[in-house]
Every structure is written in structure tokens, then in C-alpha cells.
């Protein structure tokens, strides 16, 4: 059986290796090639791969294949990797604690790294009242308890989502989900009492964040009613759904609607969320105080959690026992998140996050500037994409947005695509990545374009 056993010259990720991109067969090289193969036959068709490597390493910047390619990271296993991947914080926190205990389960025998978790979310997230927080494995999770609490503190059932949202893959996030093919096509019928509100997406509606924000608020109001609505979940900067940065005015005024309506705002930071945007959470970005926020991704450095984390009053609307899960707030992920959180609060993240955006803004506005191929660039901090359109017309290119996505991996360069429209490409590096390799993959997503 192949494993890594097998393989020769494995390096040690985290932040020694190499930082270069270093292409030494084609990719997919042999032994990539080899576990694809074996993928195929063993892993169910529907799970996908963007790159066809097989990973061995990887930290810093780039990440390392089995044929000893090195390709530059600019997707951080979607924006998770933020401090980099391996980090030796995490590494040695996650060591300690494997070694004390693996799990006891929270629900049956309390420990500290989940309350210190929780008092960290509970600081560092936005708003100055008292907040509580809820431990669990991956984003839906942490989405579908928010609904939950929503729901049990309103006595209300429904619940808005968004045009362009992503938020999960199990049943309710799928619902609240916007695009169907791949992440719902097929895979019905959905839960109940979700409605769809139209977004602030400043490049393809030409509305004010005020003028979106009316127009809504009109929809929720004549479509669902604030007595019958528990809910509203949005994404600040959306994610999977295109890097869509609202128009200053909208987010605010959603919540005020809430506030007026005891409406819970829930602000879906699973993507946004610690310092990825230029501030420790997105909400900052926009002046709002989110009633409940929902975490992961970020947050532990790669290991699974998630959180709840919002007003005391709220959270504390389940019953004993209403809210857990086996493994909710593992003990390791829950050292990995302390280290994480430890990262982002000292060691400069959110101003590297700033740095970086200003990298790419620069380097992707020039090729705007050059091309009018590149409809939009948007974003905020290490958080940015490019908007790809015909531009006779302004359509949607998804064809061209695949085209220099796979031209760029193939040359070394890990980009991750995203959009309704399927037509953009995002940037999300670790914010460990260095200046040059940073420009280096840039210049490579540059060529690929302009090959293209
Ligand atoms: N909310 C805002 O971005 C996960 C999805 C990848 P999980 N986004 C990556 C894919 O194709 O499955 C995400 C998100 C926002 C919720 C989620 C869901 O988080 O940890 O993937 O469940």
C-alpha cells in the first residue's frame, strides 16, 4: 500500500520549508498522479479536488507534492490556513495535548481549552456586551445552532438568507445556500422556512447600500414578515458566492431592521473571520454589532471547530442540553484554536492581512487597468478576487475564469475560483505567504491570463 511511508525525502511543513515554487515534473507528477488514481476508485465521485496533487507539506507559503513540487499557495485550503499552515504554535499545542487526552466529550466531562476558547471568542468578536459562546466540528454546524438559537429565543420560524449566500452542505445550510448546481442540484427536498433576499452587489445591481438595503427590507417584509422571522443570515463579504463586498450603508441598515423587529442579525464570519479581512472579523469592516456570529475555518489552524458566539441572552435561550454533539469543541482543536487565536491577537495578523490586500489590490487593479477582461476587483484586506466578463458585454466569462485558474495551478500556483457566475477568481493566502512568492504567483495568474 502507498503511504507516505513509502515516499522518499518527505520534508517537514510549517514554516522551514523552502519558500519557492519549484516545478519538477508537470502536474499532476507520478506519484500525484498515482493517488489520483486511487482516489478515483475509493472515494465517492462527488467529492472533488481543485489541484491534482498529492500533499505531503506544507507551511508558510506554498505547498509541497509528492514529486517534490512546491506549488504557492494562494488559497489556504479555503481560508483556513490563515497564520500558515502547520504553524509551530499549533504544532506543539496540538502535540501537548494529544498526549494529555484525545476527548472526553464536553457534555460528559468539562475542560479548559473549550471555556478558554469560548471567553477568547467571546473578546475578541464584536460588541462590548456580555456574549457566551457554543463549541462545534465544521461551519454548517456552527450555522445550523445559530438558526437554532435563533429560533428557541424569538419563538419565531423563519429564517432570510441571501442571493449569492453559501452556508453549508448539510440539509437547513443547503437550504439557506443560494447556488444549486453543485452544492444542492439533486439533493432535496430542502428544510423549511428559509427565504431569499436579494444582496448588495455594487458591480452587477448599481444600487446604493441604502437603496439595496430598501429594496430588501421590502422583499422580507411583503415575502416572510418580521412576526414570523427569526433570522436573518448573511455573510458580511460573501464567500463561495463571489467575494461580493455590499455597498456601504447596506449591512447597517439590515441591522437596524433587526433591532426594530427583534429579528436576530446573524453574521456568518465562517469565511471572513479572523483577520482575513483587515480586521480581526468583517463585521468591523462595515460599523455593525452582529447579535450572534458564526466561526471556523480560521479560527484553529486547520483542525475542525466551529462556534456560536453572540448577546448572552440570546445564547443562553436553549435549554440545558439543548445544544452539544460528541465531538464539539475537541480538546486538540480547541488547543489548536488558543495557539490560532494567540497568532492573530500577537503576532501582527490583521496588519499583515492589511499589507497583503494592498499587494493585491495594487497588482490585481493594474491588470484591471490593462484588461478589460477583469470587470471588478473587490475585497477587503487578504480577502480578494477579480470578476471575469466578456467585455463586449459584461457577461459573466466562466470559461476564461477556468481557463486561468487551471493555467495557474498547472504552472505552481494554487487559486481557488468562486462566484454564482462561476467567474471569478479569488486570492485568500495564508497571511504567512512572503512578499515575493506572493508576486510570484500573481505574476503567474498574470501570464495565464494574458495566455488565455
Ligand atoms: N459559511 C461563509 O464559507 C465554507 C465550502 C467549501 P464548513 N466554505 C467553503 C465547499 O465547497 O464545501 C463555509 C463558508 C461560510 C459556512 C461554510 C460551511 O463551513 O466547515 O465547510 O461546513
Known amino acids: 500500500m502507498s503511504s507516505a511511508a513509502t515516499l522518499i525525502d518527505v520534508p517537514l ?35 472533488g479536488h481543485t489541484a491534482p496533487v498529492h500533499a505531503v507539506a506544507a507551511g508558510g507559503g506554498v505547498v509541497v507534492d509528492a514529486d517534490g513540487n512546491s506549488l504557492i499557495d494562494l488559497g489556504s485550503g479555503i481560508a483556513v490556513t490563515t497564520i500558515g499552515n502547520a504553524h509551530p504554535k499549533v504544532v506543539a499545542a496540538v502535540q501537548e495535548q494529544v498526549a494529555q487526552f484525545t476527548h472526553t466529550c464536553f457534555m460528559i466531562a468539562p475542560y479548559d481549552s473549550y471555556v478558554s476558547v469560548a471567553e477568547a471568542l467571546n473578546r475578541i468578536t464584536p460588541g462590548d456586551h456580555a456574549k457566551k459562546s457554543a463549541l462545534f466540528n465544521s461551519g454548517a454546524e456552527a450555522v445550523e445552532n445559530a438558526v437554532k438559537i435563533a429560533r428557541k429565543h424569538t419563538g419565531k420560524p423563519a429564517v432570510v438568507a441571501f442571493d449569492h449566500g453559501y452556508h453549508g452542505r448539510t440539509n437547513l445550510t443547503m437550504a439557506l445556500t443560494a447556488k444549486s448546481m453543485p452544492y444542492k442540484h439533486g439533493f432535496g427536498p430542502f428544510a423549511s422556512e428559509v427565504y431569499r433576499a436579494p444582496l448588495s452587489y455594487p458591480f452587477r445591481d448599481g444600487l446604493s447600500g441604502p437603496e439595496a438595503a430598501e429594496k430588501a427590507i421590502s422583499v422580507i417584509d411583503k415575502q416572510v414578515g418580521a412576526d414570523n422571522l427569526a433570522a436573518v443570515v448573511i455573510e458580511p463579504i460573501q464567500g463561495e458566492g463571489g467575494f461580493i463586498v455590499p455597498a456601504d450603508g447596506f449591512l447597517p441598515a439590515i441591522v437596524e431592521w433587526c433591532r426594530a423587529n427583534e429579528v436576530v442579525f446573524i453574521a456568518d464570519e465562517i469565511q471572513t473571520g479572523f483577520a482575513r479581512t483587515g480586521e480581526m472579523f468583517a463585521s468591523e469592516v462595515f460599523g455593525i454589532v452582529p447579535d450572534l456570529i458564526t466561526t471556523a475555518k480560521g479560527i484553529a489552524g486547520g483542525l475542525p471547530l466551529a462556534a456560536v458566539t453572540g448577546r448572552a441572552e440570546i445564547m443562553d435561550a436553549a435549554h440545558a442540553g439543548g445544544l452539544g454533539g460528541t465531538y464539539g469543541g475537541n480538546p486538540i482543536a480547541c488547543a489548536a484554536a488558543l495557539a490560532a487565536i494567540d497568532v492573530f491577537e500577537n503576532d501582527g495578523m490583521v496588519k499583515r492581512a492589511r499589507e497583503i490586500g494592498a499587494i493585491l489590490q495594487g497588482r490585481l487593479g493594474a491588470l484591471q487597468a490593462a484588461d478589460p477582461r477583469v470587470g471588478d476587483v473587490r475585497g477587503h484586506g487578504a480577502m480578494v478576487a477579480a470578476e471575469f466578463v466578456d467585455p463586449a458585454t459584461g457577461e459573466p466569462d466562466a470559461g476564461l475564469t477556468a481557463a486561468v485558474a487551471k493555467a495557474s495551478i498547472a504552472q505552481g500556483v494554487i487559486v481557488l475560483t468562486c462566484g454564482t457566475y462561476g467567474n471569478v477568481i479569488r486570492f485568500l493566502p495564508p497571511l504567512s505567504i512572503g512578499d515575493d512568492l506572493l508576486h510570484e504567483g500573481l505574476d503567474v495568474v498574470a501570464a495565464a491570463l494574458a495566455a488565455a
Open 13 to 47: 511543513g510549517g514554516p522551514t520549508l523552502p519558500q519557492e515554487r519549484r516545478l519538477v515534473t508537470a502536474i499532476p507528477g507520478p506519484r500525484s498522479q498515482e493517488l489520483l488514481d486511487r482516489k478515483a476508485a475509493a472515494v465517492a465521485a462527488g467529492v
